[in-house]
C-alpha cells in the first residue's frame, strides 16, 4: 500500500506544505482551464506552419515564448541547521557546494507560485508536451521545466532529449518467477542517451553551467569536472561535448568496464584514470575544484537531483497519474532515491497525486553502508570501504547523500535491501530470460524484490516498479562470465554458454532433440 503519512519535519523540503494556495488568496487559480484548453509552447507548435528551412529549432522556440508566471529555485540548507540562519539561502547563478555549516543543499521551489495552478493544470500541461520536438520540451526533463529549472533561458538548455524512458510490464518475470505478481513493471532509465539514468542530472547541471559561462554572467569556467563509477563520466562527458565545455573525469583504474571508459574518451573528456577507488577520487575532485575553476558536477551538487526527480513525474504521468505501491532504487550514492522521492513528493504537495509510494534502497551487499545504517534503527552510520561488486556503478562505502537517502526512507516508510553477488547475477540472469536485458544494478533492486515477495512485504498484486538505471549493453563482461561460469565461488544458475557442435546435420539435430526434449 503506497505511504500517506510524512513527517512532520519534512516541511523544510517545499516552501509552501499545501496543495493549492490558501481559500482566502484572491482568484487562486486566473489560469485554470478544461484539458483541452490548456496553452502552452506546444500548443503553438502544434497549430503553426512549419518553420522555416533556415531555422532551427532553438529559433523557432524563442518566437513561441511561454508566458513568465515568475515561477523561481534556489540553494537551501539540507537539513536546516537547529541553530543557522533561518533565512540562508544561495542564487542558482552562486557557484556553491555546501552550507555555511559545511552540509548539503538543496534545489527549492517558490511553492506558493506554482500551486497557484491546480494539480489538472500541471498533469494536462505536462501530458501536452510528450512526444514533441519544440524546444525543449521534446526533453523528458525539460517537459517539466517549471519544476526543474524554471528561471533558465530555453537558450541556455543543453538537452539531448534525454528521459521518456520506457516503463514496460515485467509479465512473465511477475507471473512465472515471483509467486503470481500480475502488475510489476520496469522502469528502464539505461534507455538514454548515454545509456543510463545520469543523464537526467546531467542535462540540467551542463545547462546551468552553460548560462554561467554566457553573458551577461559569463562566470570564467574552465571546464566541468566529476568522480565516476563510470556513468555519471559518460554523462558529463557527452553534455559538455555538445556544449562546447570542456570536462575533466577522474576514474578508478581497473574498476569500471571498457564500455564506460570509452564513452569519455570517444566524447573527448580529459581522463585520469587512478589508482584508488571511487571515494579516493571524489575527495580528489573536491580539492581539485576548490584550487581551479572547475565547475564540480557530482551528486554533492544538488542541480542533478532536480532532473532525475523527473523519473518520479514520469513514472506517474505513464501511470494516467496513478500511484504505484512500491518502488524500487538501486542506491550506491544515495542521491537517486532522494530524487525520486522529492519528485513524487513535489507532485503530491502541488496536487498532481494524492499520495507517494513506498521506496525500497536496493544496496550491494559488498557495498552497502546505508543498509548497515536501517538495520541500526538509524542509529549508527559508518562509512565502509567497499569491496569490489559487479554492481560497480554503486559500488561506494561512503555516500555523499545518505542523509538525503533518510529522509526519503522516513518519509515514504520505505525499506533497505541488499544482495549479494550471486543473488544480484542470478535475479538479472533470470530476468534476462523473460527478454530483458539488464545490468547488474538492475539485479540489485530485483533481487530485493524477489526477498521481499518471500517475506510477503511485497504482495502479488501490488503495483510494483523497479527502477532500471543502466542498460544491459554496459556491462556485457560480466553477463559473458556469469554464461561462461568463470566467476569465482558462483554457481551462475541460469548460465546459458554457446553449445559447439560440428556442422554436420546429424550433430545439429542431436543437440536439439536433446534441447528440445519433452516440447517436440
Known amino acids: 500500500m503506497a505511504a500517506t503519512t510524512h513527517a512532520a519535519s519534512l516541511s523544510f523540503l517545499l516552501s509552501h506544505p499545501h496543495p493549492h494556495p490558501h ?102 500541461l505536462f501530458d501536452s508536451r510528450v512526444g514533441r ?27 539531448l532529449f534525454e528521459g521518456n524512458s520506457n516503463l514496460f510490464w515485467a509479465e512473465r518475470l511477475g507471473r512465472d518467477h515471483l509467486a503470481g505478481m500480475n502488475d510489476l513493471w520496469v522502469k528502464h532509465c539505461g534507455i538514454s542517451h548515454t545509456g543510463s539514468f545520469k543523464d537526467l542530472g546531467m542535462t540540467v547541471l551542463v545547462s546551468q553551467v552553460n548560462r554561467l559561462r554566457r553573458a551577461p554572467l559569463s562566470r570564467p569556467i574552465a571546464g566541468v569536472g566529476c568522480a565516476s563509477t563510470g556513468d555519471t563520466s559518460a554523462a558529463l562527458s557527452a553534455y559538455c561535448a555538445a556544449a562546447g565545455i570542456p570536462s575533466i573525469v577522474f576514474l578508478p583504474a581497473n574498476r569500471i568496464s ?29 580539492e581539485v575544484t576548490a584550487e581551479l575553476p572547475i565547475y564540480l558536477a557530482n551528486s554533492l551538487n544538488s542541480l542533478r537531483l532536480e532532473g532525475q526527480k523527473t523519473a518520479a513525474i514520469e513514472i506517474l504521468q505513464q501511470f494516467d497519474w496513478e500511484v ?36 525500497v534502497c536496493a544496496q550491494a ?37 545518505v542523509d538525503r537517502a533518510v ?20 535475479a538479472m ?9 539488464a545490468c547488474p544494478h538492475t539485479g ?23 527502477v532500471s538505471t543502466a542498460h544491459g549493453l554496459k556491462f556485457s563482461q560480466s553477463k559473458i562470465d556469469y554464461h561462461d561460469s568463470k566467476i569465482e565461488d558462483m554457481a551462475c544458475k541460469y548460465a546459458n554458454p554457446p553449445v559447439s557442435v560440428k556442422a554436420d546435420f546429424g550433430a545439429v539435430m542431436d543437440v536439439l532433440k536433446k534441447r528440445l526434449k519433452g516440447k517436440l
Not at 134 to 155: A, C, H, Q, R, Y
Not at 429 to 437: I, W
Open 429 to 437: 540472469s533470470l530476468a534476462d530470460r523473460t527478454g530483458m536485458f
Open 258 to 286: 571498457l564500455e564506460q571508459l570509452i564513452q569519455p574518451i570517444a566524447n573527448g573528456a580529459t581522463v585520469l584514470s587512478l589508482d584508488t577507488d571511487f571515494d579516493g577520487c571524489m575527495r580528489l575532485i573536491r
Open 23 to 124: 481559500p482566502t488568496s484572491p482568484n487562486p487559480h486566473p489560469l485554470r482551464r478544461a484539458p483541452h484548453r490548456v496553452r502552452c509552447a506546444t500548443d503553438a507548435a502544434a497549430t503553426r506552419h512549419r518553420r522555416a528551412a533556415d531555422e532551427n529549432i532553438r529559433e523557432e522556440a524563442a518566437r513561441h515564448r511561454a508566458p513568465n508566471h515568475n515561477f523561481s529555485a534556489w540553494y537551501a540548507p539540507f537539513p536546516p541547521a537547529p541553530n543557522g540562519d533561518p533565512d540562508e539561502r544561495y542564487s542558482l547563478d552562486e557557484i556553491v557546494y555546501r552550507s555555511s555549516s559545511g552540509g548539503l543543499l538543496d534545489v527549492r521551489h517558490d511553492m506558493d507560485a506554482l500551486a497557484r495552478f491546480p494539480g489538472s493544470y500541471w498533469r494536462d
Open 407 to 426: 529522509v526519503a526512507l522516513k518519509a515514504t516508510d520505505g525499506i533497505v535491501e541488499e544482495a549479494t553477488e550471486e543473488e544480484l547475477m542470478n
Open 444 to 466: 540489485v533492486a530485483l533481487a530485493a524484490l524477489f526477498k521481499l515477495r518471500d517475506q510477503r512485504i511485497i504482495g502479488p498484486n501490488d503495483c510494483t516498479v523497479v
Open 133 to 159: 520536438t519544440t524546444w525543449p520540451f521534446g526533453s523528458g526533463v525539460w517537459s517539466k521545466k517549471e519544476f526543474v529549472l524554471p528561471e533558465i533561458d530555453p537558450d541556455h538548455i543543453v538537452s
Open 365 to 401: 551487499a559488498n557495498a552497502n553502508p546505508l543498509y548497515r545504517y536501517y538495520k541500526s534503527g538509524w542509529t549508527e552510520f559508518t562509512p565502509q570501504v567497499a569491496e569490489p561488486t559487479f554492481a560497480s556503478a554503486i559500488q561506494i562505502g561512503d555516500p555523499v547523500s
Open 324 to 359: 504505484p505501491d512500491w518502488v524500487i532504487v538501486p542506491g550506491g550514492n544515495l542521491g537517486n532515491i532522494y530524487a525520486f522521492y522529492k519528485g513524487f513528493e513535489m507532485c503530491r504537495v502541488l496536487g498532481l497525486v494524492d499520495r507517494v509510494p513506498r521506496l
